[in-house]
């Protein structure tokens, strides 16, 4: 089996930027994604605009190019396929990582090849596997990860229901249906106004005692002023106790035990890295708040040859990753380990 110089682990824009770099500096680098290109960017709600503007989430110096002051999740996937086909990058997709060894000086990383559906859906990537294993051997590995794929569950009965959802797509199918989102930052707001003005009936519930600090400036006058009127109940600083095929059952702090009507509910409640498999590889992650330990310039794990890019590097904090930064870790990476490569020959 060949050795590459460099495996790169996820196809988001942290993971193309690495490989791009790699390419441009002469490193023999392969990409496995377990799910679909930008994975996580598919999942996004179907009619998300972005936060930031266009020029902030251009890799490789490819222009994002949208008649936009913002792009939408549809532009975005379009223009990362283009940055994939214009580069060709190498990317191997249904490829999962279940182990990474390290064998003297080089990493042995095993995968399990999946079936994919003929058309994925929005959502956590559902692995079904049956595709065999494959063993890849590398000098170096980066972790583009991300944190999208892995829920924070709540842990309460009946979070496993089929009306019940982690991810927020489109607010058609819920015309005239009660909805209930739980959440309080920009996820459950905006899922809640697009609820709300597609003719469906949303509550929200917080266990906090407002709406989160995050809240992009211009969703938070208007998220705040459809709860003041009424148009989008509203709980805060209550808690989720169990989840009924037709309600929710919740409880305000010192209160009684309520049963809100639900034909759907959406978890809005956050993501996290796949901090399992960064431990079995080696790597160190605080067990509060779930970050990897690494060098802040290089991003280099306590694992040598072992490294961290984009979202994954945030722990619980998913809100100080995002594209916009993520996308120039890969570029120092490939410097580091293009420089100590030279060195060894």
Same mark, same amino acid.
């Given at each position: ?10 196809? &988001? ?114 692995? /079904? ?28 009965? &009946? ?23 739980? &959440? ?66 919740? /409880? ?11 034909? /759907? ?81």
């Amino acid at each position: 089996m060949p050795l590459r110089d460099v495996l790169i682990v996820g196809a &988001g824009p942290s993971g193309l930027a690495t490989a791009i770099a790699a390419k441009q500096l002469g490193l023999d680098y392969v990409i496995v994604e377990k799910g679909v290109l930008v994975n996580s960017v598919f999942n996004f709600p179907t009619h998300m605009v972005f936060f930031t503007t266009p020029e902030l989430l251009e890799i490789g110096g490819l222009p994002l190019v949208t008649p936009y002051e913002k792009p939408t999740r549809l532009e975005a996937l379009r223009y990362y396929r283009r940055v994939v086909d214009t580069y060709d990058l190498q990317i191997s997709f249904h490829e999962k990582v279940v182990a990474i060894e390290r064998d003297g000086g080089t990493f042995v990383v095993t995968t399990e090849i999946g079936t994919p559906n003929a058309a994925p859906k929005p959502g956590p990537t559902e692995w /079904q596997g049956g595709g065999g294993r494959r063993v890849r051997e590398a000098r170096a590995v980066v972790l583009a990860i991300g944190y999208y794929d892995l829920p924070n569950y709540l842990g309460v009965p &009946g979070e496993d229901l089929p009306h019940v959802s982690h991810y927020y797509t489109d607010a058609h199918p819920f015309y005239r249906r009660r909805v209930v989102i739980v &959440g309080g930052k920009n996820s459950a707001a905006e899922a809640a106004l697009e609820l709300f003005r597609a003719g469906a009936y949303p509550t929200l519930v917080h266990r906090h005692a407002a709406l989160g600090d995050s809240i992009k400036y211009w969703v938070r006058p208007d998220i705040e002023n459809r709860i003041k009127e009424g148009s989008i109940p509203a709980r805060f600083n209550t808690c989720v106790l169990e989840i009924k095929r037709a309600s929710v059952v919740v /409880q305000t702090h010192g209160g009684p035990v309520e049963e809100i009507p639900a034909d /759907q509910v959406f978890l809005l409640t956050g993501y996290h890295p796949d901090v399992e498999l960064m431990r079995s590889a080696g790597v160190n992650c605080d067990p509060v708040t779930l970050a990897p330990e690494m060098n802040q310039e290089t991003f280099e794990t306590n694992v040598p040859n072992l490294f961290v890019a984009g979202g994954a590097i945030a722990g619980k904090k998913t809100g100080n990753i995002f594209i916009e930064n993520g996308r120039f870790h890969g570029e120092k990476i490939i410097k580091v380990l293009a420089d100590r490569l030279r060195q060894t020959e």
